[in-house]
């Protein structure tokens, strides 16, 4: 079935640096895509988003890209703080006869003090 | 307040045993699913329903059955328990079913022994 691949699967960083979370789709008429964000013990909550006729979106030290040529979308969180250490989820919403959200597999984000 | 409504919280059950799990949302949505999580997989599609109506099952158990009771009800009964079978069971909705935010609920904590 259609897959959403997610990259890497575990990232640390420094904090004040940057993190970046990289997925590929396979669907070129999908046209959403969320990112998910999921703290320990908690559920997932959306934290950014971006359509097709987009390819860029920024909401404060998050930015989403969308390469959709490429079926590539991306997170980056500038000026990481230990608060962003979670799960993060990436989905794109896969049109068609079974239209629905196809997610990664998650990425754990570890900010260092 | 959660607008998503689930309980219980968390929930030991014998295996073979059966047992529901409710979810409510209040959020005036009209598509809801069922999410599962666990060590194995991240997190994992189970069920949608879009005005009561099932659009997509994912789950290869029949020991898994979606209730709609109401439109804004979607509880999951689980029969025949597994120690397999523990994991979170998170429950969503969203306004409809064309790709619109997926908002979660608390999740059930299920563990089975």
């Known amino acids: 079935g259609e897959q959403v691949e997610q990259l890497p699967s575990i990232l640390r960083v420094q904090e004040g640096s940057s993190a970046s979370i990289n997925c590929s789709y396979e669907d070129s008429a999908s046209n959403y895509f969320p990112w998910y964000k999921q703290e320990p013990g908690e559920n997932p909550k959306l934290i950014i988003d971006?359509?097709?006729n987009m390819e860029r979106k920024q909401i404060q030290e998050l930015i989403v890209l969308l390469d959709k040529k490429a079926k590539r979308f991306s997170l980056h969180i500038t000026d990481t703080q230990p608060g962003d250490s979670a799960m993060y989820f990436c989905?794109?919403?896969?049109?068609?006869?079974?239209?629905?959200?196809?997610w990664g597999l998650g990425t754990s984000l570890v900010v260092n003090p | 307040d959660p607008k998503i409504i689930q309980k219980p919280k968390y929930l030991v059950a014998v295996t073979g045993s059966e047992k529901i799990l409710i979810c409510e949302q209040y959020?005036?949505?009209?598509?809801m699913y069922w999410y599962r999580q666990s060590a194995k997989k991240p997190l994992e599609f189970m069920f949608s329903?879009?005005?009561?109506?099932?659009?997509d099952n994912q789950t290869a158990s029949s020991r898994f059955q979606p209730q709609s009771s109401k439109k804004n009800h979607l509880d999951l009964q689980i029969t025949a328990l597994k120690p397999d079978d523990s994991a979170t069971y998170f429950c969503a909705s969203s306004l409809d079913s064309s790709g619109n935010t997926l908002y979660f609920g608390e999740g059930s904590r299920l563990i089975v022994v």
């Open positions: 989905a794109a919403y896969n049109v068609g006869d079974n239209s629905k959200l196809i």
């Open positions: 971006i359509r097709s």
């Open positions: 329903y879009s005005y009561q109506k099932l659009m």
């Open positions: 959020l005036g949505h009209n598509a």
